[in-house]
Structure formats: C-alpha cells, structure tokens
C-alpha cells in the first residue's frame, strides 16, 4: 500500500514563499505522475501543478510564474515550491499519484497566507 505523506505547509504573509513536500512510502519510479491539487473552503479541489516520470511539468494558470513542481526518484519525494504567495491561495494543498490505473493521495497540508 502507497503512502504520500505531506509536510511544509503553514501560516505566511502575502509575497512569501512555502515549500511543500510529498514523501511516498515506496519508490516514486513506479508512478506514472505525480501532483498537487488543493482546495479552498466552500471550492472544488483544483489542480495546482503535476509532472510525470520523465520530469516534465505543468501547472494551473492562476500559479504560472510563481509555483514550481519538483520531484527527487533518489528521495522518492515531490516538491512544490511556491514563492509570491497570495491570499488566495490559502487552502489545503494534496499530492496525489497516479501508477496504471491506481490513485494515491496524501492526507493534505494546509497553507495559509494572510497579514
């Protein structure tokens, strides 16, 4: 069984930076993408950035230019670092993974920017 565990997700001001990590249980070569959705009270979760087993990357337009997604097969972990952050982009932020047709998710991470 896969487990994305989540961490580095917190309280910042507007035009800080947060870096989020998403560790897997096991290794992440398997996987076919990795990414991070997040959703904002009273919103639909919406995806936020995703990459794929040869690295390449994309990401909503609302965080283009400002959200990078990373990922580390050594460390079986993602990365999302997300720099000029935005009051509205408080939420919880997921990982999720997908390998064939299965999908896993962490458990959330909440980040909250605000003065």
């Known amino acids: 069984q896969v487990q994305l565990v989540e961490s580095g997700g917190g309280l910042v001001q507007p035009g800080g930076s947060l870096r989020l990590s998403c560790a897997a249980s096991?290794?992440?070569?398997?996987?076919?993408?990795m990414g991070w959705y997040r959703q904002a009270p009273g919103k639909q979760r919406e995806l936020v950035a995703i990459?794929?087993?040869?690295?390449?990357?994309n990401s909503a337009d609302s965080v283009k230019g400002r959200f990078t997604i990373s990922r580390d097969n050594a460390k079986n972990t993602a990365y999302l670092q997300m720099n000029s952050l935005r009051p509205e982009d408080t939420a919880v932020y997921y990982c999720?993974?997908?390998?064939?047709?299965?999908?896993?998710w962490g458990q959330g991470t909440q980040v909250t920017v605000s003065s």
């Open positions: 990459i794929n087993s040869g690295g390449s990357a």
């Open positions: 096991g290794s992440i070569l398997s996987f076919n993408a």
């Open positions: 999720y993974a997908t390998s064939g047709s299965f999908f896993y």
